[in-house]
Structures are given as C-alpha cells and as structure tokens.
C-alpha cells in the first residue's frame, strides 16, 4: 500500500516549494487526502528525475558522506536524545511493517500454491493476477527509495502541522518549535522567547515534545493535564499537530517597546547605511514582513526619533537591519552618518507599525517597485515570501535616482540567480515621476494585472506615480499596496 506525506515532506523530497505543490492539489494535477499526498501520487507527478534534483536527497546524502560530522551534527541534526526517540519510533514502525508484510506475503504465496494445484484455465489466470499483484505490492525501485528518503527525513527532521490554518513547518536540529515556525514563515503568537511570558503557549493535539529550555512561566496544572505546552521551551521529538493562532494582519500584533544594541553601521554606497541592531535574547521585536518601527536615541541634544522600515526578515527577530539614507531634515540620520552613534550604544525601538504586509494567502505571483531605500521593506517581503514559500513568481523592479540607489544589487542578481521564477529589472533616472511610469508599464506588461499583488515602496512622488499607472493598466485597487518611506 502506498505511504502518505504530509505536503511539507512530499515538496522537501521531490525539491518544489510547497506553494508549487498546493497549486497543483489545488489544480487537481495531485490527489490529496485529510491533507497528505500518497508516494505513489507523488510518483506520477514528478517522474525520477526530480527527486534526484532534489535537495533533501543531496542534504541526506551529505549527512551520510560526512558522518554525523561536527559540523552537520550541530546545524541540522538534533540532540542525541531527540534522535533516539525518533530512531526508536521508526524501528517500532518498521517492525509493526514488517511482520504485517511478512504475514500477507505468506498469505498470498499459499494462495498460489493453493491455486497451482487446481485444474486451468480459470485457476491459471487467478494465480497470474495474484503474482502480478504481489510484485505491484513490493514496489518498484523508485517506490522504495522514496520510502527510505523518508524514514531518513523523518529522523532528522519533525514536521508540525497547526491547526486550524494548516500551516505545515519543519523543525531542524536543535530548534525550538518557535523558532522554527518563525523560521518557516509563520507569524505565530509569541513574546519573549524565553519561557516568561506564555504568549507562545500551544495545545499538542498529536505527538510528543521534549524541553529544551528552562522556563519561569507558571503553566496551571489544568493546562499541563490539556495538552499545553511552551512553544520556545519544547522541541519536537517526532511529527506533531499543535493547536494555536497565528497573526493574520497587523492589528494582531501589539506595539511592544525594547532597547535594542547597535551592532553593525557600514556603509551600502557613498549615501546609504545599513544599520544592524540586535535586540536582546528576551525582548525581542514580533512584527511582520514590510512593517516598520520608530528608532530613538537619548543623546546631548535630546531625544532623537525617526520611523524607517525594517529591512530583515521577521523570522530573525533578534537582528533588526535598517537602510538608511542621508538626509539632511533627519536629525537620527545625520548623527548614524557623523559618527556620532557607535556598535554597543543602545537605541530605543517602538513598533512594529505599517500594514505594508504580503497577507497570509499565498499569491501566484508578487511584483515589488521600489525607489532608492523603498528596497528595505521590499527585501523585508521577500525574504519572509521565500522562507515562507508563499509566492510563487517574483518580478522585482527597483529604480535608482541616485548614484548608490541601487545599492544591494548583488543581492537581488543572486535571488534572481538562484530561482526560477524571479525577475529582476534595474532602472537608474533621477526623476521618481518618470522612472515610477517606466517601471510600472513594464511590471504591468510582464505581469498580469489581474493575477498578481504589485508592492509598491519609495518617496511619495514615486508611489504616486506608480500606483496611478498600475490603476490605469488595469491592475485592481484591492492587489495594490504602497508604502510611503
Ligand atoms: S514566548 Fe514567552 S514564554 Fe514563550
């Protein structure tokens, strides 16, 4: 009988993106039950090819090439513990298959023998069905490298469905099941990430968990008996559902304030800096892709404030990145630009704000215009769409009106590089007005207007002219958002 996957899996093995996969359930190109793909299903819709292109059969095969290597073990695999409980289930799995295997395979080979001994024809084309059928049973080759891939995956990794959005992640080596749901893309409930607060406290509907962290929060004793446990304490000690909520807009996320270091100012270009902070292990910053937050600094001359995008993804809340562009009515700029703010100095951070954000549905495709530092929330949005895997196609269009105005072009040619399905176009012209009209024909004419969710972001002239073309060609207001930065 062919194996089930849950549709996280099933993607890992073949190498697709889950989008790519729920499109095709969607499509009806893929059969899916309760939520799991058959191995034989999957089969038919990626031919061998695929699952030797895929990343989790190269992953594997590194784990095994390099012995459990140092390296490997402390990146990918789990404690020794939690391998051990894995392993035992799986062997136990393994045994219940085997003798079930061992009883049926004796059963049919008797009625053959039974069968041979019985007079032709109609005896005679039973047994030849019976021996086809057996040998359908035992699999073919690819059949049972599939198998094999995933036991091996389910060792080193635990797949988490949630409930009720259905969400899937995966959670790898040593994460917490927080931390790996923020990894994966998920706007899950949480506050300090540290066992405090039990803002990220979820029901275990199946599966087991293991603490991996000490925690101060005072779980009742009625909670405990229900199923409830500290998503950033526990880890996953085999495939799990949990039960909890996950934010679906920015109203769902609370203005949190906290004192974040700087960690890192270097220059992007002659007129641009990136400022790295890090806040600490148990404050960190819970907001969503394309947000931003309001930056301030106590210094001689009074409280210096100033609002900019976060550049980084949600899912490295403790490193908050900022593009910053000199400008000289921003008194908090021209201090990072003087020299004036140094690694290790504290500044204040309120947020996140804005509702610059992707949603949680997944899109066909996305296209992001942006101008000069409008990149920092886009790249924002597109780091979070790809560890999500939430979009499917991106067109990236990214207009310069200065020099350094396209100052993180290495990186959009690498996303460009290394996906398929990403178009990246540069536009230098020092007029926003024009340079938003030429951008926005061309996104609207290699991307349909009707099937595609266009992220406009820069100075006000650039959004306005932007969105007025888009309108124009066609694109509907509701697929249109803008963020003035
Ligand atoms: S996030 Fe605070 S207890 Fe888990």
Redesign the pocket.
């Known amino acids: 009988m062919s194996r089930a996957l849950t549709v996280s899996r099933a993607a890992q093995l073949v190498g697709v993106s889950r989008a790519v996969l729920q499109r095709m359930i969607g499509a009806g190109e893929l059969a899916q039950f309760d939520g799991l793909v058959q191995i034989d299903d999957l089969l038919r819709a990626f031919p061998q090819a695929s699952l030797e292109d895929s990343g989790a059969l190269e992953k594997v095969a590194r784990i095994r090439e390099e012995a459990f290597g140092r390296r490997v073990r402390e990146r990918v695999l789990p404690s020794p513990e939690v391998l051990s409980q894995r392993l035992f289930a799986q062997s136990q799995e393994l045994a219940e298959m085997r003798r079930h295997l061992q009883a049926y395979h004796a059963l049919v080979a008797e009625a053959i023998e039974r069968l041979s001994a019985q007079p032709a024809p109609a005896a005679g084309h039973t047994r030849a069905w019976l021996e086809q059928g057996l040998a359908r049973v035992l699999g073919s080759e690819a059949d049972n490298e599939l198998d094999a891939m995933t036991d091996m995956l389910k060792v080193v990794y635990a797949n988490v469905v949630v409930r009720p959005s259905g969400r899937e992640f995966l959670v790898e080596g040593n994460d917490s099941i927080?931390q790996a749901g923020l990894k994966a893309g998920l706007a899950l409930n949480?506050?300090?990430?540290?066992?405090?607060?039990?803002?990220?406290k979820a029901r275990i509907v199946s599966g087991e968990v293991r603490p991996i962290l000490h925690?101060d929060?005072p779980m009742s004793a009625a909670e405990r008996a229900q199923g409830y446990v500290?998503?950033?304490?526990h880890t996953a000690l085999g495939d799990l559902v949990i039960e909890t909520l996950e934010a679906a807009s920015p109203a769902d996320i609370p203005e949190q304030q906290l004192t974040a270091k700087v960690r890192a100012i270097a220059p992007l270009g002659p007129d641009t800096l990136l400022l790295h902070l890090q806040a600490p292990r148990s404050a960190r910053l819970r907001f969503l892709a394309g947000q931003g937050a309001t930056l301030g600094l106590a210094d001689a001359q009074g409280d210096l404030q100033a609002s900019w995008p976060i550049a980084s993804c949600p899912c490295d809340d403790r490193n908050l990145h900022f593009h910053i562009a000199r400008d000289d009515t921003d008194a908090l700029a021209q201090q990072l630009f003087a020299g004036r703010v140094a690694v290790g100095d504290a500044l204040n951070v309120r947020g996140p704000h804005g509702d610059f954000v992707l949603g949680r549905d997944t899109l066909p495709r996305a296209a992001f215009l942006a101008c000069d530092t409008g990149f920092a929330p886009v790249r924002s949005l597109i780091e979070h769409a790809i560890a999500a895997e939430s979009v499917e196609r991106f067109g990236l269009y990214w207009l310069a009106t200065r020099p350094d105005g396209h100052y993180l072009a290495n990186q959009c040619e690498a996303w460009a590089a290394a996906f398929d399905e990403f178009d990246y176009a540069a536009l230098a012209d020092a007029d926003p007005v024009r340079g938003a009209q030429a951008l926005a024909l061309r996104a609207a004419r290699e991307c349909d207007p009707l099937a595609t969710r266009f992220f406009v972001a820069g100075v006000q002239a650039f959004v306005d002219a932007a969105a007025r073309c888009l309108l124009e060609a066609g694109v509907p207001a509701g697929a249109l958002r803008a963020n003035v930065c």
């Open positions: 927080l949480y506050g300090c990430n540290g066992g405090n607060c039990g803002l990220c925690a929060y500290l998503l950033c304490t």
